[in-house]
């Protein structure tokens, strides 16, 4: 991913260092905090300038990188999403890095009068007569233009001055170093985020993106830990009194979640989506990439704050650089996730299947409703995302992520849906089955609906999540309007909750038991059972570990120090780089648990893992914050034959996360 923190530094050089402005603008007046509108209860719709900025497509930014930014190419897109898709939700037009060369007497941004001759304000003014909003961009901490030896005063505070705002050795931070870190323990700090906040209402902003976070970026550590930013820019766009979305960006560490969920209002989980290439995107580089990332952050998601990921290049094939396949894909998966939709496209060089795709109201709806899918499995290139709605019916999502056709089929019962059901692409706006013979990177989004709506549902995706000798915790998608579950093994009651989780215990070692739920209500019948699923536990005193360090790296795979388990992991793999861990050793065949202890500090990485020759990915959780000493865990069943399996981890076709150990 090393290519990807290169690709997005392009921003700062094209000047794109803070937001936009006018030369100096009225700043607005601080309203009562309890004036304040909620903002983002759903994912927003809109446009954004980057795509258009990052790319070398021919004509494209004719005088260097982000030229294409102005304020006539900005009021061209948002006189089209006025005119053709706001009626179907489409309303941010939101300006991105670029539009500041400069900073005023109070250190705060200057836009570029070249390129937006008439100010921020203006823009402002003409995006709203259009019943649109206007969003803007900075990139977080002090920039070391704005400094100006520390002698530029703080406007509304005087006593402060850009000296007061930044630690005594001017310590850098952001994604790209290119801005000093301000010290919140100052008051004076504050001061100036509040200024610029106040700056931007009173040009009249809606939508304010926060660049270069951490950890996160790709960066971490004290330096690079922007949690006190965020804060203070919360507090900032409260005090306005301006309803404002707010969002940081890019590829956040989930570590620091909870920040995130408390004074924002999205983050991007990723990487640019961008190529910085010929085209705005590519499959590979980095549009497949989301499919791992996002899932770590699927259940942070919700109303007043949503995972963002990244523009929606979907709208013209001569400049996307994807299939059709790819791109109705593309938008497949922003659209389950309940990720914004904004457009990154020319809106004036559209084709008519992009708009096609932009405007498909019933896929809109599946964004809108704010229920983000989870991947039943992704043990496979072929893999099915799902989710319940508040009506009873189900958004199911089939996607072939190989380089060859596929067939994908959805198992109904394992989402929880028993009896005879409708199913309709909301794609073609047919009836449609579950199964679908799919093109490379081909997708289908379907609405399947059960024909008794009154029937409680079965538990949905059943799986174990923990085991030991004695005991197997499991867990399921709810059932709405159950009250209660029933967990069998066989035809025998083993236990019964009231939450979507259990564990079971009083289990013999080494024995394998089927498992089924079923849920209960507190007038009517109960469900129908799960679908069975089967676990076989572990010798007595087990689960047992098996130290990566203490198996065979080969191929350049090396052993490195960190802290984990034992001190000590096997990296370095991937390409030719493997590793054979320690021989585990069953009485039983059966399918267990494998926990596998890992290390990433990058985003999501995929390895291979192959049990005695069958092999599978296995993509994993990235920190997206350089941390390559702490380890994670993810837990996946695995069938392992009696007596001796040989279990390896590598993928030669990427790198692969650092493997710290597996427990069985």
């Keep these: 991913m090393a290519a990807s923190?290169?690709?997005?530094?392009?921003?700062?050089?094209?000047?794109?260092?803070?937001?936009a402005g006018l030369l100096t603008a009225p700043a607005a007046t601080a309203a009562p905090e309890a004036q304040q509108k909620p903002v983002a209860q759903k994912p927003y719709l809109g446009w954004s300038s980057w795509s258009l900025e990052s790319t070398n497509y021919p004509g494209v930014n004719p005088t260097g990188s982000a030229s294409w930014l102005t304020e006539k190419h900005v009021l061209q897109q948002a006189d089209v999403l006025a005119a053709k898709f706001k009626q179907h939700g489409y309303e941010y037009v939101n300006i991105d890095a670029g539009w500041s060369n400069s900073f005023d007497q109070y250190a705060r941004p200057v836009v570029n009068p070249a390129t937006f001759p008439d100010g921020m304000k203006y823009v402002a003014d003409y995006v709203h007569k259009k019943g649109l909003k206007l969003g803007s961009y900075l990139a977080v901490g002090l920039d070391l233009?704005?400094?100006?030896?520390?002698?530029?005063?703080?406007?509304?505070?005087?006593?402060?001055?850009?000296?007061?705002?930044?630690?005594?050795?001017?310590?850098?931070?952001?994604?790209?170093?290119?801005?000093?870190?301000?010290?919140?323990?100052?008051?004076?700090?504050?001061?100036?985020?509040?200024?610029?906040?106040?700056?931007?209402?009173?040009?009249?902003v809606d939508f304010l993106k926060l660049d270069g976070v951490g950890p996160g970026s790709f960066k971490g550590g004290p330096n690079y830990t922007n949690t006190t930013d965020v804060e203070a820019w919360h507090k900032a766009i409260t005090k306005t009194g301006r309803p404002m979305e707010?969002?940081?960006?890019w590829a956040l560490s989930h570590r620091q979640s909870g920040v995130w969920k408390a004074n924002t209002n999205g983050w991007r989980v990723d990487t640019d989506v961008e190529c910085y290439c010929d085209t705005l995107v590519t499959w590979n580089n980095s549009v497949k990439q989301r499919w791992n990332d996002v899932v770590q952050w699927i259940p942070d998601a919700g109303p007043g704050h949503w995972n963002n990921l990244d523009s929606l290049d979907v709208g013209s094939g001569k400049m996307d650089g994807l299939t059709e396949a790819e791109r109705q894909s593309y938008m497949t998966l922003w659209a389950i996730e309940?990720?914004?939709?904004?457009?990154?496209?020319?809106?004036?060089?559209?084709?008519?299947?992009?708009?096609?795709?932009?405007?498909?109201?019933?896929?809109?709806?599946?964004?809108?409703?704010?229920?983000?899918?989870?991947?039943v499995s992704q043990t496979s290139d072929q893999q099915v995302w799902s989710n319940r709605n508040a009506d009873g019916s189900y958004t199911v999502a089939l996607f072939n992520l190989a380089a060859t056709p596929a067939r994908v089929t959805a198992d109904l019962a394992q989402l929880g849906i028993t009896g005879p059901a409708e199913i309709r692409?909301?794609?073609?706006?047919?009836?449609?089955?579950?199964?679908?013979?799919?093109?490379?990177?081909?997708s289908r989004l379907l609405k399947v609906t059960p024909r008794d709506r009154n029937a409680l549902p079965a538990p949905g995706v059943v799986h174990a999540t923990g085991v030991t000798g004695a005991s197997v915790s499991l867990a399921?998608?709810?059932?709405?309007?159950?009250?209660?579950?029933?967990?069998?093994?066989?035809?025998?009651?083993?236990?019964?909750?009231?939450?979507?989780?259990?564990?079971?215990?009083?289990?013999?070692?080494?024995?394998?038991?089927?498992?089924?739920?079923?849920?209960?209500?507190?007038?009517?019948?109960?469900?129908?059972?799960?679908?069975?699923?089967?676990?076989?536990?572990?010798?007595?005193?087990?689960?047992?570990?098996?130290?990566?360090?203490n198996g065979t790296p080969q191929g350049g795979a090396t052993v490195y120090d960190c802290a984990c388990s034992g001190g000590k992991k096997v990296g370095y793999l991937g390409g030719s780089g493997y590793?054979?861990?320690?021989?585990?050793?069953?009485?039983?065949?059966?399918?267990?648990?494998?926990?596998?202890?890992?290390?990433?500090?990058?985003?999501?990485?995929?390895?291979?893992v192959t049990i005695n020759g069958t092999s599978f990915p296995l993509p994993v959780a990235g920190s997206n914050d350089d941390d390559w000493n702490?380890?994670?865990?993810?837990?996946?069943?695995?069938?392992?034959?009696?007596?001796?399996?040989?279990?390896?981890i590598g993928n030669q076709a990427g790198y692969v996360y650092d493997v710290d150990k597996i427990t069985v």
């Design 425 to 442: 692409d909301l794609w073609s706006h047919k009836e449609s089955t579950a199964s679908a013979d799919l093109p490379v990177h081909g």
């Design 630 to 648: 702490t380890p994670q865990t993810v837990t996946v069943p695995v069938y392992l034959q009696a007596g001796a399996n040989t279990i390896q």
């Design 476 to 549: 399921w998608d709810a059932s709405k309007g159950a009250q209660s579950y029933d967990v069998f093994a066989g035809n025998k009651k083993v236990a019964t909750t009231n939450t979507a989780n259990v564990t079971v215990s009083a289990l013999k070692p080494s024995t394998s038991y089927d498992f089924t739920v079923v849920a209960n209500q507190r007038y009517g019948k109960p469900s129908a059972p799960s679908k069975k699923i089967s676990v076989t536990t572990p010798a007595a005193g087990g689960p047992t570990a098996y130290e990566a360090e």
């Design 145 to 204: 233009k704005a400094y100006n030896d520390g002698s530029s005063p703080i406007a509304g505070n005087t006593n402060c001055h850009t000296k007061d705002l930044v630690y005594p050795d001017l310590r850098k931070t952001n994604g790209w170093d290119s801005a000093y870190k301000i010290d919140f323990t100052n008051p004076c700090a504050q001061s100036y985020v509040d200024s610029v906040a106040q700056l931007l209402a009173g040009w009249g």
């Design 338 to 375: 309940a990720a914004p939709l904004y457009i990154g496209d020319d809106l004036t060089q559209l084709d008519d299947y992009g708009v096609k795709l932009l405007t498909n109201d019933e896929v809109i709806a599946v964004n809108q409703a704010g229920i983000p899918a989870k991947p």
């Design 5 to 19: 923190r290169v690709r997005r530094a392009l921003g700062v050089l094209g000047g794109l260092t803070v937001l």
């Design 246 to 249: 707010f969002v940081v960006s």
């Design 579 to 608: 590793v054979v861990l320690p021989t585990v050793t069953t009485a039983k065949a059966g399918t267990y648990l494998m926990q596998l202890s890992y290390v990433d500090g990058d985003s999501s990485r995929t390895g291979i």
